[in-house]
């Protein structure tokens, strides 16, 4: 059974750091991209940030270059997201994802649930 869990979210104030985490297990976790996506309300889904499977190479959105970075260790089936000088625009719920082709969507993805990320003084 595969399972993709978030954790990590919460509420803080602009400026301030958040981190994400989320574990997965029940299929190959080496062998996916590895992405955070986010949707804030009214919003369509976007992709945030990518990483290949082997953690080589990653892929920022252009509003969060420079304050988030993301890192995955295979040997725990994990990735984080290290947020740092969040905006009051990054609010949103986070939802981690394992997909096959890079930055693009597909059916056969996985998803997590979501955490929320609340930026707001």
């Known amino acids: 059974q595969v399972q993709v869990v978030e954790s990590g979210g919460g509420s803080v104030q602009p400026g301030g750091s958040l981190r994400l985490s989320c574990v997965a297990s029940g299929f190959i976790f080496s062998r996916y991209y590895m992405n955070w996506y986010r949707q804030a309300p009214g919003k369509e889904r976007e992709l945030v940030v990518a990483i290949t499977e082997a953690g080589g190479v990653t892929y920022y959105a252009d509003s969060v270059k420079g304050r988030f970075t993301m890192s995955r260790d295979n040997a725990k089936n994990a990735v984080y997201l290290q947020m740092h000088s969040l905006k009051p625009e990054d609010s949103a719920v986070y939802f981690c994802?394992?997909?096959?082709?890079?930055?693009?969507?597909?059916?056969?993805?996985?998803w997590g649930q979501g955490t929320q990320v609340t930026v707001s003084s």
């Open positions: 994802n394992a997909g096959k082709f890079w930055k693009r969507r597909s059916d056969s993805d996985y």
